[in-house]
């Protein structure tokens, strides 16, 4: 018998009309393939789609879906949701997810996209920010997936989604993350993606991190079948916010010494112990990219069904999973934190052991800049935005005109000096140092956690909602 999920989920939920929510609180373990909406010819793609989802078995025990995700690959792909209305049957649309992405879409137009999505009859729908691009016509434009959630709620039309990635190891960088995802939840996510990784032990963290929050929300883990195309995209950087560590890249070269076919086998092998970790863990479902063809989505079901019934209970996978892996590192080797200690050492009923938390501490020049902003500025969003501009400029690197200026929310942190013009919270890219995904400097989120640390305000982190402003 299996591990019961360590997350109880109540099972008298509203809205039976969705059989992936109902799925999810009723405890099944749910296998989604991720298809990437294509950045041209729509009626291609969608014919491929119709094959592979015709490919998909449909196991008794373990439910198949698929998730849409769109613009990954370009600004100008097309639009998840209709590319999903001509590729998938109708009996999927309410069992997948289909993404919304806030690439390259000001917020008025993430509306429109959502009110897409519910009147083509999708209802569920993650939202993401989108990774970085560039463009020739002045700055990228991106729209925080917090105000798609906010909508999606007030829509009240959706099994609204969020994603976060757990796979960071610095303070300064996982704490922002988590942060923003308890305000995603606040503001009405009920079901999570977790970002790509192969550190099951950051996995757990999430889990654990919920649990002690008491946020009852099902996590469906994303992971991917690494193709030698796909591990070259990773290791170059092609890929933000995904990590692979010098350990794990040298088990993944010496596979690859003998041949694609030994390689593919490896990674087949490496996907089953993903899969049954992440249930293992307590997740309620994987999100699989990297399964493309109609004959690889079969093998992929019946080698993932086989692995959740050889590895039936978290010992089980632990155990196979310790004489897989070995020795190996799956950590940066310099930076190293997690939430808590030797979490894969028990099973899921132990006593939790939190890490010891390093102080987020800002550096005196911050304290300074802070502490003169908040003399100086104080009253910047209820005036002109552009009164004041040198000091702003001087002391916060504001960068525009923005309609309205919200420095007071934000710790006297430009929001637009994040790339993305996120203010509620970071991005999943962070580099493993902690860099900004576009820029070799700190990510301005873990400038601000450090001040709210300070100040004894981390609850705002979680609770502020800062609204958008063009
Ligand atoms: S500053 Fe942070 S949140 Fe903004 S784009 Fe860079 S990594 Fe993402």
């Known amino acids: 018998m299996r591990n019961k999920p360590s997350r109880q989920f109540s099972f008298d939920f509203e809205g039976a009309d969705n059989p992936l929510r109902e799925r999810l609180w009723g405890g099944a373990f749910q ?8 950045s041209h010819n729509r009626k291609e793609a969608a014919s491929l789609m119709r094959n592979f989802v ?20 370009s600004v100008n792909g097309v639009d998840a949701a209709e590319f999903a209305s001509e590729g998938l049957p109708d009996q999927l649309k309410n069992t997948s997810i289909i993404f919304v992405s806030g690439r390259g879409r000001s917020v008025d137009e993430m ?8 009147a083509l009859g999708f209802r569920n729908v993650v939202a993401v920010t989108g990774d970085g691009y560039e463009t020739d016509s002045g700055s990228p434009r991106f729209s925080d997936s917090i105000h798609a959630i906010k909508v999606m709620s007030e829509m009240d039309a959706f099994f609204p989604g969020c994603v976060v990635n757990p796979f960071k190891y610095l303070t300064a960088s996982l704490f922002p993350q988590f942060f923003k995802l308890v305000k995603k939840i606040n503001l009405g996510a009920e079901l999570l993606i977790a970002q790509a990784g192969w550190d099951i032990v950051k996995l757990r963290d999430l889990i654990w991190f919920l649990d002690s929050r008491e946020l009852v929300v099902p996590v469906i883990a994303r992971t991917i079948f690494l193709s030698q195309d796909r591990l070259n995209r990773i290791l170059g950087g092609d890929i933000p916010g995904i990590y692979i560590s010098r350990h794990l890249e040298e088990i993944l070269k010496e596979e690859g010494r003998h041949g694609s076919g030994q390689f593919t086998a490896a990674q087949w092998r490496r996907l089953q112990f993903q899969v ?29 069904v086989s692995a959740l019934e050889e590895f039936d209970s978290f010992q089980a996978w632990f155990s196979a999973y310790s004489a897989y892996v070995a020795q190996a590192d ?21 006593v939790r052991e939190p890490a010891s938390v390093m102080p987020l501490e800002p550096s005196v020049w911050e304290k300074a800049r802070y502490k003169t902003s908040r003399v100086l500025l104080s009253d910047a969003g209820e005036v002109y935005s552009g009164e004041r501009k040198i000091t702003k400029t001087i002391l916060t690197g504001c960068l525009a005109s923005c309609r309205r200026c919200r420095l007071p929310e934000t710790h006297f942190i430009c929001p637009m000096a994040c790339p993305k013009g996120l203010s509620n919270g970071p991005c999943g890219g962070t580099k493993i140092d902690g860099s900004c995904e576009l820029r070799p400097v700190e990510c301005v989120h873990a400038k601000r956690t450090r001040l709210a640390a300070w100040l004894n305000e981390l609850d705002l982190l979680e609770e502020k909602y800062i609204g958008p402003v063009e």
């Open 111 to 118: 509306v429109e996209a959502l009110e897409s999505r519910r």
């Open 31 to 38: 296998i989604l393939f991720e298809i990437d909406a294509p």
């Open 54 to 73: 015709a490919a998909i078995p449909a196991p008794s025990k373990y439910p198949v879906g698929v998730s849409v995700t769109e613009r990954l690959e």
């Open 330 to 350: 799956m950590a940066p080797p310099d930076y190293r934190f997690k939430l808590y200690q030797n979490s894969l050492k028990h099973s899921l009923d132990t």
């Open 276 to 304: 049954a970790g992440a249930r293992a863990v307590g997740c309620s479902g994987v999100q699989i990219a990297g399964i493309d063809s109609p004959e690889h989505v079969a093998t992929a079901v019946s080698k993932i």
